[in-house]
């Protein structure tokens, strides 16, 4: 896997060029920032970068460490490391808002015209999206106002990794031949299936999930009671029209997220509650 850093982890080599197309080639140039949270070493990180590779110029930069669940979490409470492998790709101690966030406010050099973050070794659909390192990548991107693009396989394992990254790039072209209007965040799922075998891409919207299942209580050595977070719920509200729907019928999910959390249809019943008190 390789980057675009130089030897300096706080000074990377970014192509000055803008997005454009090489009419030799046919392939379209772009500053992309890669992403993820499961680490620098994880295979998903590797087949997203090489799937953006023929879009233009990439700078890698990714959690130390699996960050899985970390959502928009920022470390304050210490400083970060920055290091960089033998091959540019730069990784920190920190997580993966931190990671796009240092790259934006102190390491590129110009701001990118895309960041994708993925591909994560399993789904982030309906709630998962609140937890989702992977989406918060994207998200903090977003944040600053870049174009952003979470992607995840639904099944653990990597299975059919090359389908996925192939779909990344599909969602990449075609943003890229027909663009999407202003900043835009994006969750792309794709079915652990063969590349012959998805029958399309749709827009989705977040299905629900139950409550996560409860927390599985054990010991540590010492006796001393410990305790591991339980699995996800399963769907709840997976309908016609929802992520969970599209990904069982064999299709690559895009659903188009929001950062405003505001209750909009509550609004209203709030402030007349507050006069009344």
């Known amino acids: 896997m390789q980057g675009v850093a130089s030897s ?17 080639t046919g392939y379209f140039f772009m500053r992309i920032l890669v992403s993820n949270d499961d680490g620098y070493l994880a295979p998903g990180l590797t087949a997203l970068a090489a799937a953006m590779r023929p879009f233009g110029t990439i700078t890698i930069v990714a ?8 959502s928009n979490s920022l470390t304050l409470s210490r400083p970060l490391t920055v290091s960089t492998t033998p091959d540019g790709v730069i990784f920190i101690n920190g997580t993966p808002s931190d990671c796009v966030h240092i790259a934006l406010t102190g390491l590129l050099e110009q701001r990118p ?3 994708v973050s993925g591909i994560n070794n399993g789904q982030n659909m309906g709630d998962d999206t609140i937890y989702s390192g992977t989406v918060a990548a994207a998200m903090e991107g977003f944040l600053f106002g870049v174009p952003s693009i979470a992607f995840s396989l639904v099944d653990k394992g990597y299975e059919h990794l090359d389908t996925a990254a192939a779909m990344a790039a599909e969602v990449v072209r075609r943003h890229v031949e027909q663009p999407l209007p202003g900043p835009f965040l994006l969750n792309v799922n794709v079915p ?7 029958r399309g891409v749709v827009a989705t919207r977040l299905g629900k999930r139950h409550p996560s ?7 540590n050595p010492r006796g001393e009671p410990i305790y591991w977070i339980g699995p996800a719920g399963g769907a709840k509200e997976g309908g016609p029209g929802t992520d ?14 929001q950062i405003d959390l505001t209750h909009q249809q509550q609004l209203d019943g709030v402030r007349a509650w507050l006069q009344r008190v």
Not at 192 to 198: G, H, Q
């Open 8 to 24: 300096n982890p706080a000074a990377p080599t970014i192509s000055s060029r803008g997005s454009r197309r090489d009419t030799a």
């Open 63 to 70: 959690p130390e460490q699996n960050s899985s669940g970390a």
């Open 113 to 115: 015209d895309l960041i």
């Open 192 to 198: 652990n299936r063969p590349l012959d075998k998805i």
């Open 213 to 219: 299942e409860p927390v599985v209580r054990t010991q």
């Open 244 to 257: 969970f729907h599209a990904t069982a019928d064999g299709y690559v999910s895009v659903t188009p997220l």
